[in-house]
C-alpha cells in the first residue's frame, strides 16, 4: 500500500497511531499472535475456519434381511 500523506503532512499510519493510540502491531506481529491463537484449535475448528461448511463423512451401512435370500 502506497503511503498516502495527507494534507497537513502526516502520514496515514501517524493519523492512525493518533486515532487508536501509540501502538500499532507490525505485519510480523499480527501473523505471530494470529499462529499462537490457531495453535489451540482443534482440527474441526481449523478445518471449519479454512471454509468448509462441514467435515466429509460417509453414511454407515447396515445389512438387513433385505440382503440375505429367504430359506
Known amino acids: 500500500m502506497p503511503c498516502q500523506i495527507y494534507s497537513d503532512g502526516e502520514t496515514h499510519e501517524e493519523a492512525l497511531k493518533a486515532s487508536r493510540g501509540s501502538y500499532i502491531p507490525s505485519p510480523k506481529e499480527i501473523q ?3 499462529l499462537q ?14 471454509g468448509w461448511k462441514s467435515i466429509p463423512w460417509t453414511v454407515p451401512r447396515a445389512r438387513t434381511d433385505a440382503h440375505f435370500p429367504q430359506q
Not at 39 to 49: H, P
Open 32 to 34: 505471530a499472535a494470529c
Open 37 to 50: 491463537i490457531q495453535k489451540g484449535w482443534s482440527e474441526y475448528e481449523r478445518k471449519r475456519r479454512c
